[in-house]
Structure formats: structure tokens, C-alpha cells
């Protein structure tokens, strides 16, 4: 069974960085299978994708357009981990991120907890 | 990528059946058979009901179904149980290795 774990501060500054943490149990981050994502939800903007990492013989990062110039998904197999990088926030930026695995044409069958975070001075 | 398009609600009486509707476009929904629906309870993350268009996971009860025509999915609920009283989003591959949700449908069980 897979789990994911998430962890990072519930409140940023605005113009600072957002980072965030998701700890993967029952599988591997580099797994030549699987994705790791990150996907956010806001009352605005509904779900909404933001990027992932993957492992095909070597490392992948895949990002949303609108969002691709702030952010940075990265993976750390040492810990079986992955994290996301917000730069520059603003409160747009306040939403619950979730991390999620995605299996390609399985869909994103394993979520985290979600972690609310509030982008306020 | 645009978000694809959903009713924002959608009701129905215990027993009967609803359909919620995704209409994206040739590069997504259309172009792909890698749609998936999602149902999230108030304060849960959302989870997998539906994938590869109307293929359901180990566990999901048969009452969920999925299609596709052109440019536009539907997620069919069939006998309508107080559970199934949640928000759905579907989800559909968009090509370059990217992903596109759909702004979610409010389904009320009356």
C-alpha cells in the first residue's frame, strides 16, 4: 500500500518561498513507473496541476505553463522523497497542495493529506 | 492549458442516476483516452473513482461508470446513495507530459 506523507509551514510571506515536502512509503521515487506530482486547490481556480518529477533512466521534470518560471519539483532518494518550490508568492499562491503519484494512464491513484498553505504577511 | 469544463452542480433523488459531463478539446480529452474522475469528500483529498476513460480501480463500486465522446467525458452515477453526496473532477492527459483538471461538479443528493 502506498502512502504519502506531506510536511512544510502553513503560512508564507508574501515574495518568499514556498517549500513543501512529501514522503513516499511503498514505493519508490524512482520508480520507472511512476510520477511524482504536485496539484493545488484553491475556491478560485478549482484542482490545478503543477508539475511532476519521473525516473526513465534518468530524471524528469514536467511543469505547468503558467507556473513553470517559479516553481522547482525535485526528488531525493536518499530520504525517498520529493519536494515543491514556490518562488516569489503572492496570495494567489494560498491554496491545500496535495502531492499524488501518477500511475500514466492509471490516473493519480494515491494522494497525500493536503497541506493548507496561506500566503499573508 | 484551460481547465476543462464541468456543470458546477448537478442533483438527483437516492436510487436514480446522474451524469456529470467534462468537455475539453482535441488536445486533451479528445486526443487522449487517459481521462480520470475523482470524488472529494468536505476536508479529504480527492480519490480515484474512474481512470483510462471507464476503467474503475479495485474497490470502487460498479454503480460508477465512464465514457467518452469526442471532446467530452461523463462519469454516470447509477443508484444514488447519501454517500455519493461529494464534489468530482475529471482529469484528462494533455499531451507534452502535462495534466488538466476539470473545475469540479457539486453533486447533491436530494
Known amino acids: 500500500q502506498v502512502h504519502l506523507q506531506q510536511s512544510g509551514p502553513g503560512l508564507v510571506k508574501p515574495s518568499q518561498t514556498l517549500s513543501l515536502t512529501c514522503v513516499i512509503s511503498?514505493?519508490?521515487?524512482?520508480?520507472?513507473?511512476?510520477?511524482w506530482n504536485w496539484i493545488r486547490q484553491s475556491p478560485s481556480r478549482g484542482l490545478e496541476w503543477l508539475g511532476r518529477?519521473?525516473?526513465?533512466?534518468?530524471?524528469?521534470?514536467d511543469y505547468e505553463v503558467s507556473v513553470k518560471s517559479r516553481i522547482t519539483i525535485n526528488p531525493d532518494t536518499a530520504k525517498n522523497q520529493f519536494s515543491l518550490q514556490v518562488n516569489s508568492v503572492t496570495p494567489e499562491d494560498t491554496a491545500v497542495y496535495y502531492c499524488?503519484?501518477?500511475?500514466?494512464?492509471?490516473?493519480?491513484?494515491?494522494w497525500g493529506q493536503g497541506t493548507l498553505v496561506t500566503v499573508s504577511s | 492549458q484551460s481547465a476543462l469544463t464541468q456543470p458546477a452542480s448537478v442533483s438527483g433523488s437516492p436510487g436514480q442516476s446522474i451524469t456529470i459531463s467534462c468537455t475539453g478539446t482535441?488536445?486533451?480529452?479528445?486526443?487522449?483516452?487517459?481521462v480520470s474522475w475523482y470524488q472529494q469528500h468536505p476536508g479529504k483529498a480527492p480519490k480515484i473513482m474512474i481512470y483510462e476513460v471507464s476503467m474503475r480501480p479495485s474497490g470502487v463500486s460498479n454503480r460508477f461508470s465512464g465514457s467518452k465522446s469526442g471532446n467530452t467525458a461523463s462519469l454516470t452515477i447509477s443508484g444514488l446513495q447519501a454517500e455519493d453526496e461529494a464534489d468530482y473532477y475529471c482529469c484528462s492527459y494533455a499531451g507534452s507530459t502535462t495534466w488538466v483538471f476539470g473545475g469540479g461538479t457539486k453533486l447533491t443528493v436530494l
Open positions: 511503498g514505493d519508490s521515487v524512482s520508480s520507472n513507473s511512476a510520477a
Open positions: 482535441s488536445s486533451d480529452v479528445g486526443g487522449f483516452n487517459i
Open positions: 499524488a503519484r501518477d500511475n500514466g494512464k492509471l490516473g493519480h491513484d494515491y
Open positions: 518529477t519521473y525516473y526513465r533512466s534518468k530524471w524528469y521534470h
